[in-house]
């Protein structure tokens, strides 16, 4: 793989609880010039899916702190607390801040929530487009989280399908002929991230299309299952 392909799905519009999310996405891909094709990989922002799976919840818009209810509710563990900032972890097992809680492109008064299986949302979305488009595509479900030790966010992937969440490469060689011992790629959040420059934070494109992945990327995929660390791995919680 030399080259890879990142275009934006426009004409998706505003997501309501119950809509065909699948539907919809097939629908915008194939109006524009570039199609859907099998082996494209399509990045779906997490807040549609919320949308579409009504994973919304009221608040109070008068009251700043209004979320933090919502938030508790999410939260397994709470990992550190700075003032409003709390970074948690959340019933899937993600480390992040507010317990993915978000108030973004949502309504006053409501906020959105991460989806309760998106590794499932992505499969409805793989399998949706398959009977209605007739292609084969790969999904990841994208959302934004900040990174420890470094300043700024970047969109990770939290659910997919139909990609593996993680490339292997131990055993192989590197350039100077050295066995990798213990590399492993997380393809499908340096996707997310990559895809994420098409699509910003307000410009109203929630789904990319990646078109030249490696094929033998296409695989049973499980975001929960590949990346997130087990507790028994982890140096730092």
């Known amino acids: 793989m030399s080259r890879l392909e990142i275009v934006g799905v426009e004409g998706i ?7 065909d999310l699948a539907g919809l996405i097939a629908t915008a891909a194939q109006a524009q010039p570039f199609g859907l094709q099998d082996r494209d990989v399509l990045v779906v922002t997490q807040k549609i899916v919320s949308k579409a799976e ?12 209004g979320h933090q209810p919502v938030v508790d509710a999410e939260t397994v563990r709470v990992l550190r607390r700075r003032g409003d900032l709390v970074i948690t972890e959340t019933t899937h097992g993600f480390v992040c801040a507010n317990a993915g809680v978000d108030l973004s492109n949502v309504d006053q008064g409501w906020a959105a929530l991460l989806p309760v299986d ?31 030790w470094r300043r700024g966010l970047t969109d990770v992937a939290i659910g997919c399908a139909g990609i593996g969440a993680v490339v292997d490469l131990k055993g192989t060689t590197d350039d100077r002929g050295r066995e990798l011992q213990v590399t492993e790629v997380a393809v499908v959040d340096e996707l997310a991230s990559a895809a994420e420059l098409v699509m910003g934070k307000a410009s109203g494109i929630p789904v990319a299309i990646v078109r030249g992945v490696d094929p033998a990327w296409l695989r049973t995929g499980n975001v929960r299952e590949e990346i997130v660390r087990a507790p028994h791995e982890d140096l730092f919680r």
């Open 13 to 19: 519009g505003e997501i309501h609880p119950g809509d």
């Open 54 to 65: 009504d994973r919304l919840v009221r608040i109070d818009p008068d009251d700043p702190r």
């Open 118 to 148: 998106s590794d499932r949302s992505a499969r409805r979305i793989r399998d949706g487009i398959r009977a209605r488009a007739g292609v084969e595509v790969a999904v990841i479900v994208s959302d934004t989280f900040g990174r420890t």
